[in-house]
């Protein structure tokens, strides 16, 4: 991002701002003059080919079986509301779905789990992930930030890239402990590369929300590709989806900053219509657009996901929790992005108005794949600020960014009946963070120990839908060898492939 583009939100296309246009914003013309277009170009037909050839490859390896488990003497964080905080109790798992929480709990048959040194949580939930940039974020260096590294590699995606890419960045999720995310795709390049992120839900064995979005360079008056959205909604998320309902379907959209209003009433109606999920990025370095017009259209609901929002006013959080609709928060993004400032009064007002505030990473080239630190960071911002307006606000406390890292998540992507709680009822999708650690001890209150203390190091087993995918701190339910050589691999070829200020000066990176 152009660090002289102070007080301006910058566009997802190019990283260059945004002015206002009836009431919200525009597209400006780049620091060259040329209309913000961003840079895009497929790969020539032969490296597609051939890369795509190469995301057709098996699994890594086949998901391991749903067993019966019985967890057993743990320290319960439920966030479930009845049940609250419990020392020393047990969790029962049958065909992936949590069938009982009680102390001294007999399951004759299970597979027991000794929890008796743990804490025992819901898995985290991740509500805004561009997981397709994951192959890129180590190029970041002093102006040569994110959106202009993006920018490098967009028209050098291929399928295998993505599919890459995807992997990575689901089972670096998985070992942390976030079982849930939505992955915010806005680079729909082809059906092939679709096809690849669709190969890699399938293949990473999480629970996750794919919302079908624009390819980066799109120009502002050009609609996205409604048609392959409708057959990759048929394809992968019909009756017969192979997905079963781990994997739910929706639109993310350039809104309002960018499209005109008629543009962006054709792509909101064809996603209300269909009754799906809606995503779209409100800004961070300045006002974006107001959300009163969205309310008035029909738009503003528990449907439509607002993220970042980072200098929404009064009316805006007002509609907001009128409606439902959920914010997602990316607190180390809006740290490094929103060079307005206003980060955490945003997140106060946004917590004390009542919005379903929950958080997400944005991107790994932005923030950790750690929600530990998300929420922590979202303890330390969440303090009214004397001589401000939120001198008189309610701080936020462990409780409120634990909820924010599962329950909140969960409503926000319309799963709260399937996760982000421990419930009798409800999918098995639990945490087991060992308090032993180094930096865990002495223990003492749970609800500390996992909003502040505890980091992605300190979980031990993850449980996704009832499968074991994590086990005494090392993933066991993907091959993270090889999703770490095809992740080299692929991020080795595309540096080589877009040269410049990302190229690869040596085979130093190959070996990687």
């Known amino acids: 991002m152009n660090g002289n583009h102070d007080n301006d939100t910058p566009c997802d296309c190019c990283g260059e701002p945004i002015e206002p246009r009836f009431g919200r914003r525009s597209l400006l013309l780049g620091a060259s003059g040329i209309a913000c277009t961003g840079v895009f170009g497929l790969a020539a037909p032969a490296i597609m080919e051939a890369d795509s050839a190469r995301a057709q490859q098996p699994a890594p390896q086949a998901l391991p079986d749903r067993k019966e488990y019985l967890i057993k003497g743990g320290s319960l964080v439920t966030v479930d509301d009845k049940l609250g905080n419990i020392e020393g109790a047990d969790i029962h798992v049958r065909n992936g779905e949590i069938v009982a929480i009680g102390a001294g709990l007999q399951a004759p048959g299970a597979e027991v789990i000794d929890a008796s040194r743990m804490i025992v949580m819901p898995g985290m939930i991740d509500t805004h992930f561009h997981i397709w940039t994951s192959i890129m974020r180590n190029m970041l260096a002093p102006g040569l930030e994110y959106f202009a590294v993006k920018r490098a590699f967009v ?114 109606d064809w996603a209300f219509e269909r009754n799906l999920p809606v995503a779209m990025h409100a800004g961070q370095g300045g006002y974006s657009y107001s959300m009163v017009p969205l309310k008035t259209w029909g738009y503003l609901g528990p449907k439509t996901i607002v993220v970042h929002f980072v200098h929404a006013k009064p009316e805006d959080r007002a509609a907001m929790a009128e409606t439902g609709a959920p914010l997602s928060y990316s607190v180390h993004s809006e740290l490094r992005l929103g060079n307005s400032g206003y980060q955490a009064q945003q997140l106060v007002h946004m917590f004390n108005s009542g919005v379903n505030v929950s958080l997400s990473f944005d991107a790994n080239a932005l923030a950790p794949i750690d929600m530990f630190e998300s929420m922590s960071t979202a303890w330390y911002m969440g303090i009214p600020f004397k001589g401000t307006d939120t001198e008189k606000s309610r701080p936020i406390n462990f409780s409120d960014v634990i909820k ?72 066991v339910g993907l091959d993270a060898g090889r999703i770490k050589e095809d992740a080299a691999r692929e991020a080795y070829d595309l540096r080589r492939r877009a040269g410049g200020d990302v190229a690869v000066a040596g085979d130093w990176a190959r070996l990687f």
Request: proline share 3%; with cysteine.
């Open 404 to 475: 924010m890292g599962t329950i909140n998540g969960a409503k926000a992507l319309g799963i709260a009946d399937k996760t982000g709680s421990l419930t009798v009822g409800k999918r098995a999708d639990i945490v087991l963070v060992r308090s032993d650690d180094l930096n865990m001890l002495p223990y003492g209150r749970p609800e500390g120990m996992i909003g502040r203390t505890a980091r992605a190091a300190n979980v031990d087993t993850v449980f996704a839908d009832g499968r074991v995918m994590k086990r005494g701190g090392k993933l």
């Open 155 to 268: 028209p050098q995606m291929t399928p295998a890239a993505f599919y890459a890419s995807d992997m990575l960045a689901m089972a670096e999720s998985l070992n942390a402990g976030v079982t849930t995310l939505h992955n915010y795709c806005h680079h729909v390049m082809s059906t092939d590369t679709v096809e690849a992120e669709m190969r890699a839900h399938r293949d990473s064995g999480m629970r996750a929300l794919f919302t079908f979005g624009h390819h980066d360079a799109l120009e502002k008056d050009k609609l996205i590709d409604l048609d392959l959205a409708g057959r990759v909604q048929k394809q992968w998320f019909g009756t017969d989806s192979q997905f079963g309902d781990m994997v739910t379907f929706g639109l993310n959209s350039r809104g309002p900053a960018v499209l005109s209003e008629k543009l962006f009433r054709t792509e909101m």
